[in-house]
Nanobody, 124 residues
């Protein structure tokens, strides 16, 4: 079983930055889990943001965040990060961390475990 806890969300002005963290419990994180970040804005479907393989070698981003967001992981700390720069109002959403014991994926159906989410609001 994997438990995921996100943190780091908040209110930021357009053009600002935030770093989200996702702490995972259990050794399964280091051994098995590819990780992903998704987000869901009010009235919209949950959408893929970024993913990272277990080794950290394979990384993918949604086109909407390429060049602005960076995903990374520290397996020694059982933590995955999402560094968000040049934030825009359209980045406003609840951000979710997800883990999978399968191959790294870009769709929500590819993930077994989910965090509770952290709110990111970009507004002046």
């Amino acid at each position: 079983q994997v438990q995921l806890v996100e943190s780091g969300g908040g209110l930021v002005q357009p053009g600002g930055s935030l770093r989200l963290s996702c702490a995972a419990s259990g050794s399964i994180f280091r051994i098995y889990a590819a990780m992903g970040w998704f987000r869901q804005a009010p009235g919209k479907d949950r959408e893929f943001v970024a993913s990272i393989s277990r080794s950290g070698i394979s990384i993918q981003y949604a086109d909407s965040v390429k060049g602005r967001f960076t995903i990374s992981r520290d397996n020694a700390k059982n933590t995955v990060y999402l560094e968000m720069n040049s934030l825009k109002p359209e980045d406003t959403a609840v951000y979710y961390c997800a883990a999978t014991t399968g191959p790294v994926a870009v769709t929500s159906t590819g993930y077994n475990y989910w965090g509770q989410g952290t709110q990111v609001t970009v507004s002046s």
